[in-house]
């Protein structure tokens, strides 16, 4: 609320915003599931994030830029079936991260594992697809189209990330501003966006991320 109104509200973002209100979040889902590891608590906030956050113009944040989406905290606190890197539990997305392809080498293939941890007691099947946030030619990513997961079990989805290194085109976030200080911004081009699960109307999300990088395979 805004300081001295009585109850008028204020507007503040940023992460001095986001991480108390955050925190607060994660100790409610951890008081209803005292089970939950930390990093499952991570979990269940980032899936059920499923709500854009948007710039002035009205596009689709990256998840470079914003993760998984805004928090919904009612869905984080109900959530008993959660999805996280296979590897790498603790960071929960899945990233393939600046991955090099030699440009002699043709069409190369990566692969990456993520979890579907089914802490609830009923079993689920989800119809799996990707909202992409950032865009570029020369590589694509493809999954299983289905998962299923039983009561009190685990899942596991395979991604894997087809890069064509001569097809590669450097493009940039359309969220992001290409001048800043007045000078032509930096980036790095990446294809990225959210793993989605859906079953009846509920979603669930990873972010998922490759940076292709080409690269000659050179001997000196």
Same mark, same amino acid.
């Given at each position: 609320?805004?300081?001295?109104?009585?109850? =008028?509200?204020?507007?503040?973002? =940023? /992460?001095?915003?986001?991480?108390?209100?955050?925190?607060?979040?994660? #100790?409610? %889902?951890?008081?209803?599931? +005292?089970?939950?590891?930390?990093?499952?608590?991570?979990?269940? @906030?980032?899936?059920?994030?499923?709500? $854009?956050?948007?710039? !002035?113009?009205? /596009?689709?944040? *990256?998840?470079? +830029?914003?993760?998984?989406?805004?928090?919904?905290?009612?869905? #984080? %606190?109900?959530?008993?079936?959660?999805?996280?890197?296979?590897?790498?539990?603790?960071?929960?997305?899945?990233?393939?991260?600046?991955?090099?392809?030699?440009?002699?080498?043709? %069409?190369? +293939?990566?692969?990456?594992?993520? /979890?579907?941890?089914?802490?609830?007691?009923? !079993?689920?099947?989800?119809?799996?697809?990707?909202? =992409?946030?950032?865009?570029?030619?020369?590589?694509?990513?493809?999954?299983?189209?289905?998962?299923?997961?039983?009561?009190?079990?685990? #899942?596991? @989805? /395979?991604?894997?990330?087809?890069?064509?290194?001569? &097809?590669? %085109?450097?493009?940039?976030?359309?969220?992001? !501003?290409?001048?800043?200080? =007045?000078? &032509? +911004?930096?980036?790095?081009? *990446?294809?990225?966006?959210?793993?989605?699960?859906?079953?009846?109307?509920? $979603?669930?999300?990873?972010?998922?991320?490759? #940076?292709?990088?080409?690269?000659?395979?050179?001997?000196?």
């Amino acid at each position: 609320s805004l300081v001295g109104s009585g109850n =008028g509200i204020e507007v503040m973002t =940023g /992460t001095s915003m986001a991480t108390p209100h955050t925190s607060g979040v994660a #100790a409610l %889902v951890w008081q209803k599931h +005292r089970n939950y590891t930390p990093q499952n608590v991570k979990a269940a @906030i980032m899936n059920t994030a499923t709500h $854009d956050v948007k710039n !002035a113009n009205g /596009t689709t944040e *990256s998840v470079e +830029r914003v993760g998984s989406g805004r928090v919904d905290a009612v869905r #984080a %606190v109900n959530q008993d079936v959660i999805v996280y890197n296979a590897d790498r539990p603790d960071i929960v997305s899945q990233s393939f991260g600046v991955t090099e392809a030699k440009t002699n080498g043709g %069409v190369q +293939r990566f692969t990456r594992k993520i /979890t579907v941890d089914n802490i609830g007691n009923r !079993a689920h099947t989800y119809v799996v697809s990707f909202a =992409g946030t950032t865009q570029m030619p020369g590589v694509s990513f493809s999954y299983d189209p289905t998962v299923s997961v039983g009561s009190g079990g685990k #899942a596991t @989805i /395979t991604v894997t990330a087809t890069v064509d290194p001569k &097809a590669l %085109v450097k493009t940039q976030d359309p969220a992001q !501003a290409k001048i800043q200080l =007045g000078k &032509a +911004r930096q980036y790095i081009g *990446s294809l990225s966006g959210r793993l989605v699960l859906s079953e009846n109307g509920q $979603d669930l999300r990873l972010p998922l991320q490759i #940076a292709p990088k080409p690269v000659s395979d050179m001997k000196v």
